[in-house]
C-alpha cells in the first residue's frame, strides 16, 4: 500500500521552480484561474501536438515543467497537496494527494504520457474538469486510486 509524505522545502522550490517555467512559455499568470491554466496547459500541449507550436525542451523537462503546473491547479481548485508517494517496491513520485490519501495524481508522469503519444487523447482538461467535478471512482481514505 502506498503511503505519502509532505514535500520536502528543496522538493517544493523545483516544482515552484518548473511551475514557474511553465508560466513563462505559455505567457500565463499563476494568478489566472486554476481553469484558465489547465485550458493553456491542453492548448499549449495542443500546439506541440500539430506543429504550431514548437518548443527546445527536452520532452521530460517540458513534462515536469507542464505537470507542475497543471498539478498545482489541482491543489488550488480542490485543496489536494503536493507530496512525495511511496509505493511497495520503494519507488516514490511527486503527486498530488486528496485531502483523505483517497484519490492521486502524478502531474509529471501524466503530462510525460501526453507529451509521449501525440496519438493519445490530450485530455489534460478533461481530467481535470472530472476531479473538480467529482466524477471520480469511490475510494476509502487512504486508498491511494490513481486518477490520470
Known amino acids: 500500500m502506498p503511503s505519502h509524505r509532505p514535500l520536502t522545502a528543496p522538493e517544493a522550490a523545483e516544482i515552484q521552480g518548473a511551475l514557474d517555467a511553465a508560466c513563462r512559455a505559455l ?13 493553456a496547459v491542453r492548448d499549449y500541449l495542443d500546439g506541440l501536438r500539430t506543429g504550431r507550436r514548437r518548443t527546445r525542451k527536452a ?9 507542475a503546473l497543471w498539478g498545482a491547479q489541482v ?3 480542490l ?3 503536493w507530496a512525495s508517494v511511496e509505493h511497495a517496491e520503494g519507488e516514490a513520485y511527486f503527486a498530488v494527494v486528496s485531502p483523505d490519501a483517497g484519490l492521486v495524481a502524478y502531474p509529471l508522469h501524466f503530462l510525460n504520457g501526453q507529451l509521449a503519444d501525440p496519438a493519445r487523447a490530450n485530455t489534460t482538461l478533461l481530467l481535470f474538469n472530472m476531479l473538480v467535478g467529482g466524477n471520480v471512482p469511490p475510494t476509502a481514505p487512504g486508498q491511494y486510486v490513481s486518477v490520470g
Request: proline share 7%; hydrophobic share 55%.
Open 27 to 39: 505567457t500565463v499568470s499563476a494568478a489566472a484561474s486554476p481553469d484558465a491554466l489547465v485550458e
Open 59 to 67: 520532452p521530460s523537462a517540458l513534462a515536469v515543467e507542464l505537470g
Open 75 to 77: 491543489v488550488r481548485a
Open 79 to 81: 485543496g489536494w497537496a
